[in-house]
Structure formats: C-alpha cells, structure tokens
C-alpha cells in the first residue's frame, strides 16, 4: 500500500508546533531567573526571631536629610516658578477691581428669595427643599432664623426691619409670619401684591373682587385689621404697582399710555393727593425706590432700544415729581440692581442681550453678568467686577459696610458673595 505523505507531513508539523508552543511557554513562565550579581544582603546576626536590629547595624545606607525643616529632596524637587500665565488669560482678582474676580458660593442648593437680614450685613434666604428659612453669614456659616417650617412658598414679601413677611402659597392663601413673635395670621385670598409700610406695622395691597367694580386698591394693619380701600382698581389690575415708599408719602403707582413707546406714570398717595405724573420712556415698567424715597429706578423697554430693557432715573417726591429723569445707558433689569445708598446703585449688567429680551425675558435673559456701580449724583458709572464662573445674576444685595456684595446666580439658584475691598 502507498504511503501517505501528505497526513506523515502533517503529523511532523503538528508535533513540530507541540514542540515550539512548549519552548515558548518554558522560556516566558517557567525559567528561573538569574540572581543579579552585587552586594549581598546585609545581615544582622545578632537578632533573635521577631527582634530589631540594633543601633548601628545599617552604618551605610544612605539618607535623605531634612535642609531646614523641610521634607526630604526627593519628595520636594525645586520645581521654579509657576509657568506663566499664556497670553490672553486673565488671572482672577481677590477683590474687585474692574476685571475677573473671584466669587466664594455660600450655599450648597438653590436659594430662594434672598435678602438682607436685619443685622445690615448677613443675608436671609429660603430653602424650598427643607422648607426652612436661613440666615447666612459672609463665611457661609448659616443658622435657623426660625425652627417654623413654610412648605412650597411661592413669593415671600419682607417687612423692612426683617422681622414680618407675607408669605404666598401656590393655592392663594396668604399668611403673615412675625419672627419675633413666632405667630401667624390668615390673610383672604383675594389679596395680593403686598408692600410694607416704612415702619412694618402696615400692608398696601390688591383686593381682587369677581367684578371691576369691587377690585380696590386699599391698606391694612400687618395682622389684617382695619383694611381701608384707597382706590378703585376696576379692570386696571396688571398697570398698577404696589410700591410703599421710604418717606411714607406714595404707596403706589399706575400707568396709561401716551403713545406707542411712551406712558404716563401716576402716583398714590394715602390721603388723595393729587400728585405730579411722569413720563417714562417705553413698557414694561418696573421699578424701585431710592433708600430715601426721593428717587424711583426703573427698567423699561421700546422699539428705539430693539425692546432691550434700559435702566432710567427720575426724581419721585412731592413737586420734584418728574424732574432728573435721565437714562443710565446700562441695558438691564430694575431687579438686577439695588441701592446701597440714595446715590450709589449696584447693577448686574448682561454682556449681551437678544433683540426683545424685554418682551421675553424668561427665554432670552441668559448671558453671564458683568457689575457696575452707578453714582447717581455724577452719572458717572463704572464695571468693578467680572464675576469668575460666568454667573447669571439674578439679584444683588449689598450690605451695610459694603465690604462685599451678596449675588444670586440664575445659573444655579445659589447664593454667592464677592469681595469689594
């Protein structure tokens, strides 16, 4: 029978690879290794089991010294200095100064409602989370300022001295909260848009009928007592302002058109006063009293702006009504700004606006912030800070000492602090 080399042949080459493959794995796992040829071990052979080796054994091993009190050279290499900082990169300042600044974040979760506290230099804010009310401190120590919890608020509005608020549920109900006294009361429903008084002990509000002819702009004690009706509001609501000012004399104001970027601003007294109107340049109003109440900022809106909010000035006491109104040639809005004195106003300003951010604010207000400081008696204004991160400003608060500003971010909800000097 002939031989059958082609099955002999692979016979051969699978015995030849069995071969290889245990040459391979002997020569890369089981080959002993080769001691390296030196210095042998030292031994110590005066150590009984479990022992240590006595003092001057190992005489020559060397040592990293400590130069100086610091730590070994191998550990502290001499790096030199810092690389410098690449061209264009702007380091952040620890205080402001005009440019980026550092920003320290003073809360952990989203802050709602912030405001300074009664002492003029800590702030007070809510957590809807916990539904607990806290004050804060510029370190970021924060405490309890009452062990009440409110849950689901919707809008807290502060008595001046801090020590009331009226508190708005999303159903409608109202409540008036004394911190001092740790009571509540009841409010209607039917009111709404609250402003305290000067001394905290009186409310100005909406009462909200089922007809116009039962809507009324009236007063009441901060406990809702002896409520009287100012003026009726008939179907006016949404151009009246609650707005009780500093020096007690106006306690809100309305608006009527004049044409299609302008209005006539009106002003209410307690007693019927037949107070001066003013023009304001555009819609959109909103605004705020000057610490004395002698001045009203307010931010508005027009065609001749692309219907970007613009910030204004005008004198807003007795027959003063009306004069000085100028604008500040800052595009933002009245709630990004805050007094920290009759003549000085700090505002959180948008490096960039979208044509009709005043119509749609709530979309279009999403460009990082830069702040400026605004004298009102010279006009003159000046960016003191580029807050680092890239914040969103939503509110300023400015203390007492004015050492720092308290900010909340849009971006995040959280409460912040920078540094003014």
């Known amino acids: 029978m002939p031989l059958n080399w082609k099955r002999i042949l692979l016979v051969i080459g699978f015995i030849l690879a069995v071969i290889l493959f245990g040459y391979l794995l002997y020569f890369f796992f089981l080959k002993p290794v080769t001691p390296v040829t030196g210095p042998g071990p030292i031994v110590n052979t005066n150590v009984p089991p479990g022992g240590l080796p006595a003092a ?30 690449p061209p264009g990169v702007e380091t952040a300042s620890d205080v402001a100064n005009g440019g980026l600044t550092k920003v320290t974040a003073l809360t952990t979760s989203r802050s709602y409602q912030p405001t300074l506290a009664a002492d003029g230099n800590n702030a007070i804010y809510y957590d809807k989370t916990t539904g607990l009310i806290y004050q804060i401190n ?13 849950f689901e608020v919707d809008n807290f509005t502060w008595s001046p001295n801090k020590q009331k608020a009226v508190l708005e549920y999303p159903d409608g109900s109202n409540v008036v909260y004394d911190f001092a006294s740790k009571q509540q009361v009841t409010l209607p429903q039917h009111w ?44 006016k609501d949404a151009t009246v302002h609650t707005a009780w000012s500093p020096n007690n004399q106006i306690v809100a104001m309305y608006r009527e058109d004049q044409d299609f970027n302008r209005q006539s601003l009106f002003f209410v007294g307690l007693n019927n006063e037949n107070y001066k109107s003013t023009t304001v340049e555009g819609r959109g109003f909103s605004g705020q009293w000057s610490t004395q109440g002698d001045r009203l900022l307010y931010s508005v809106y027009s065609s001749e702006t692309d219907y970007k909010p613009t910030m204004w000035i005008v004198a807003a006491q007795g027959e003063s009504i009306g004069q000085n109104r100028r604008s500040l040639s800052l595009q933002t809005w009245s709630d990004k700004c805050t007094f920290s004195n009759n003549d000085i106003v700090y505002c959180a300003v948008p490096k960039s606006l979208s044509e009709g951010a005043g119509l749609f604010s709530d979309e279009l207000d999403t460009s990082p912030t830069d702040i400026y400081k605004v004298d009102l008696q010279t006009g003159f204004k000046t960016k003191i800070a580029i807050p680092q991160g890239g914040h969103n400003i939503e509110s300023l608060i400015v203390p007492s000492n004015q050492n720092y500003l308290y900010f909340q971010s849009k971006s995040d909800g959280r409460l912040y602090k920078i540094d003014l000097r």
């Open 138 to 150: 510029p370190s970021g120590k924060s405490t309890l300022l009452t062990d009440q919890v409110f």
């Open 192 to 235: 709404k848009d609250f402003s305290f008084s000067p001394d905290s002990n009186e409310l100005v509000l909406k009462s909200i009928g089922d007809s116009a002819d039962s809507s009324w702009l009236a007063v009441t004690n901060s406990d809702g007592s002896n409520a009287k009706r100012l003026e009726l509001l008939g179907d």
């Open 56 to 85: 001057g054994v190992n005489v020559n091993i060397p040592t990293a010294t400590n130069v100086n009190g610091a730590l070994p050279s191998d550990l502290t290499t001499d790096l030199g200095p810092p690389p410098p900082v």
